[in-house]
């Protein structure tokens, strides 16, 4: 099956500055990478997400990269503010015959000094 | 629109106790899973759905079975509780033709 990794596993920023945090992934059939922001006690929520045609996809503060050549993804926020700290989650998706399953790197942990 | 809701949100068992997780959606998604999250090891998927009467394994199947006898609902069972069980349990769906998952609010198992 996919495997998922992704790295750092916590991350602190000064206030304003940039976070990048990034994911490989194993099977090259994955063709749906989505990342998620967790906050204590809650659901995931979707942040954004990018499919295997597009290399790169912006959201105001936020983008996300792909390389399907070297299977790895990066999400990348700039000019953090204190309420990005939380738990990011990358996820790759692998359409099979019986429907997309989705596999989840183990988190970052980002926290924004004021 | 309540989205996916889970019952119930806690629930402490002691080991070799049973009992039936429910998640239910009112977006008429056809996908369906169930999730643990445990400390350090993102979110890992136990089973899953891709249409009423339909069941799949995940990547952790072993010790739940699950059923979906209406599209609107998944439920997942733990028929002898272990504490290697302990750990929060997300569901989320997916509409057929679309790529976002939506999750629960999560339900905190204890298994003492």
């Known amino acids: 099956g996919e495997n998922v990794e992704q790295h750092p596993s916590t991350l602190s920023v000064q206030e304003g500055d940039s976070a990048v945090i990034k994911c490989t992934y194993s099977?090259?059939?994955?063709?749906?990478f989505p990342w998620y922001k967790q906050e204590l006690g809650k659901r995931p929520q979707l942040i954004i997400d990018?499919?295997?045609?597009?290399g790169e996809k912006k959201d105001q503060r936020i983008a996300v990269t792909l390389n399907k050549t070297a299977k790895h993804f990066s999400l990348h926020i700039t000019e953090t503010q204190p309420e990005d700290s939380a738990v990011y989650f990358c996820?790759?998706?692998?359409?099979?015959?019986?429907?997309?399953?989705?596999?989840f790197g183990t988190g970052t942990s980002l926290t924004v000094i004021p | 629109n309540a989205g996916v809701t889970q019952t119930p949100k806690f629930r402490v068992l002691k080991t070799g106790q049973s009992m039936t997780l429910l998640c239910a959606q009112d977006?008429?998604?056809?996908?369906m899973y169930w999730y643990r999250q445990d400390p350090g090891m993102g979110l890992r998927l136990i089973h899953y759905?891709?249409?009423?009467?339909?069941?799949a394994k995940g990547e952790v199947p072993d010790g739940y079975n699950v059923s979906r006898l209406k599209k609107q609902n998944f439920l997942l069972g733990l028929e002898s509780a272990a504490p290697s069980q302990t750990s929060v349990y997300f569901c989320?769906?997916?509409?057929?033709?679309?790529?976002?998952?939506?999750f629960g609010p999560g339900t905190r198992l204890t298994v003492t």
């Open positions: 996820a790759a998706s692998i359409t099979s015959g019986t429907g997309n399953q989705f596999y």
């Open positions: 759905s891709v249409g009423e009467g339909t069941t």
């Open positions: 977006m008429n998604h056809e996908y």
């Open positions: 989320a769906s997916r509409g057929s033709g679309a790529y976002e998952q939506y």
């Open positions: 099977d090259s059939a994955s063709n749906y």
């Open positions: 990018i499919r295997s045609n597009v």
